[in-house]
């Protein structure tokens, strides 16, 4: 059976990497639960994503694959969300300064096979070092605007590349969605076919 | 002195990588000598970055700075440039898919202070580590004509995404330059000023 793909995330920027990877889909947008049991950094983001994906898979056609994600950064086994305000983006950015932190992007799959449902989890951690900043630039880069809708108050793939010294894992699981493991998870699930194939001059 | 930021380079994604980290700049194209006497990686790519740079800065302006860089993939010590056509890029793809290959990006600044010319020179090192491919998804994607103007035969921002399976270093040095370092290089050397701050809303 064909699977239809179905991103349950309102992201533009996980929409983005889904183009960029050659995938047809379609968004429908998660509420998601914002809170979860699970203590662990790994287990959060899993549970997250489970959360985002199942509430869209309960009004999902027969036929749909969907994807559900959730990325969290964490500072010394602290998770750092999205910023309220400024003086929060700033409080963040010095404390990511100089330092390496984490990401963690969990990603949930849940799809029908046969008259059952099937769900597999995942999740990508990147470590990712910050080259020192003075407070003039943190001042300057919260001005800026980017940081007060993205979790750790900066954007890897914005302006902030002045400021990121080396990564350690996935690139894309930082900006937002793992690609590369998804679409080998994918792959392995038989999730994909022919018209998931590279498409010509993309 | 307000410097002028100049680069010596036609490639888009440099481009988009400079636009990217929030510089005024202008380009102008160089040819760049192909060869070099160097042989270690790291000295290649400074090498070729300063024939570049020294090329557009011989006819630039007086408050010029002017940005050269080379990118060269290195396979089990062996650099591999641009496919010359399809077979090239497929036997490429073969030899690094399930791998861990090397990318090295070379930086050349030149400018004027005082009565003299200043130059320097960096590299940044990558490894990249490739999931396995299939003979038939290595068609495919050498198909999508994505390979045929890069060196090592893939585009790390483009389609060839979902068969990353993790870096060590600079991402945007895989993309083609190290905007990171370059801006802390620039930086160091008093070479940025208020122009080049953070542009709000950018």
Redesign the interface.
Known sequence: MKHQIVLASASPRRKE?LE???LSFTVQAADGEEKCEARLPQKQVEELSLHKAAEVAGKAENNAVVIGADTLVFFRGKPLGKPRNEQEAALMLKALQGQTHQVYTGVTLIWRQGGSMRQMSFHERTDVTV?PMTEE?IE??V????PMDKAGAYG????F????????????NVVGLP???L??EMKQEGLLDGAD??????
């Open positions: 990497l960029q990877i050659g080259w630039e300057e880069y001005r800026s605007g980017e890897i793939q914005g302006l590349a002045r400021f990121i010294r080396r990564i350690e894992g996935d690139y894309n690609v590369g493991r679409y080998q194939a590279v498409r010509a001059g993309l």
